[in-house]
């Protein structure tokens, strides 16, 4: 184990919903990367939040947002849901520039 | 748990064998990389990882090599068990050692351990 957690595990959306997304850090870590993977692929980057400031993006739409809390846990957030967004997300919590350990993930399903 | 990679490559070794898993990357910038497992319903587990200056690292039944002339990262795990029966996925860091790190995967390779 990790230490790194997610939640929730599952859930089910509809097109044109916004859902939120969480994530504990492993204790001691400082920045936290947000990844999608879709069925039968690796994961994609998203971004990465290091001391509460967004640190680096992937080819996501502004539709993707995020945050990093001071106990450095952080938020994905989709607005605008659409079928494509279907996937597991994954965070991944490491010390800044260091390994990343990666979480359950949470499975979105979007109808 | 749901699949983790339907259609990918998939090797498929008798227990005890070794394996070898082999990954091209793309970026000849990238100096850091990194393998990972990943079990059906889990999210990827870190195995080793490998600076662009080596060429080798060993780890517990599993060792990385780097062959940056030719883009190419394996994973060799020694005598393999039916638990490291999962999708391995290579990645790589383009963001530069010691900084922020974004990592690009590969697309996976399935490795399937039969008795």
């Known amino acids: 184990e990790t230490g790194v957690t997610q939640s929730p595990t599952h859930l089910i959306k509809t097109r044109g919903q916004q859902v939120t997304l969480r994530c504990s850090s492993q204790s001691g870590h400082n920045t936290v990367s947000w990844y999608q993977q879709a069925l039968g692929q690796g994961p994609q980057f998203i971004f990465q939040y290091y001391r509460e400031e967004e640190n680096g993006r992937g080819n996501f739409p502004p539709r993707f947002s995020g945050l990093q809390f001071p106990n450095y846990s952080s938020e994905l957030n989709v607005n605008a849901l659409e079928l494509d967004d279907s996937a597991l997300y994954l965070c991944a919590s490491s010390m800044h520039g260091e390994t990343q350990y990666f979480g359950p993930g949470t499975r979105l399903l979007v109808l | 748990g749901e699949s983790v990679g339907l259609h990918l490559p998939t090797l498929s070794v008798q227990e005890g064998d070794n394996s070898i898993i082999n990954c091209a990357y793309s970026n000849s910038a990238s100096d850091y990389f990194i393998w990972y497992k990943q079990e059906s319903g889990k999210g990827p587990q870190f195995i080793i990882d490998?600076?662009?200056?080596?060429d080798k690292r060993q780890g517990q039944r599993v060792t990385v090599l780097l062959n940056k002339t030719v883009k190419h990262l394996s994973l060799q795990i020694a005598a393999t068990q039916p638990g490291d029966s999962a999708v391995y996925f290579c990645?790589?860091?383009?963001?530069?050692?010691?900084?922020?790190?974004?990592?690009?995967f590969g697309t996976g390779t399935r490795l399937q351990v039969t008795l």
């Open positions: 990645a790589e860091n383009i963001g530069g050692a010691g900084t922020a790190s974004k990592l690009t």
């Open positions: 490998i600076r662009s200056n080596m």
